[in-house]
């Protein structure tokens, strides 16, 4: 695992902690005004961890 490796996975585990601390209800905005990353890495994280089904997407 290199360090991009690393803060993938840092982040990764963010974003799980904000939603898991709003009992999984929260919008993009909210995840990003949680955590301070940016919206863009925000939804790549996302994408990754519903398709690993991880999280669901409100909505679907």
């Given at each position: ?21 709003k009992n999984g209800a929260?919008?993009v905005d909210g995840i ?29």
């Amino acid at each position: 695992m290199n360090s991009s490796d690393d803060r993938y996975a840092i982040r990764s585990v963010d974003i799980l902690a904000a939603v898991a601390g709003k009992n999984g209800a929260l919008t993009v905005d909210g995840i990003v005004a949680e955590t301070g990353l940016p919206k863009s890495t925000v939804f790549r994280i996302l994408a990754t961890l519903t398709a690993r089904r991880l999280l669901d997407a409100a909505g679907r």
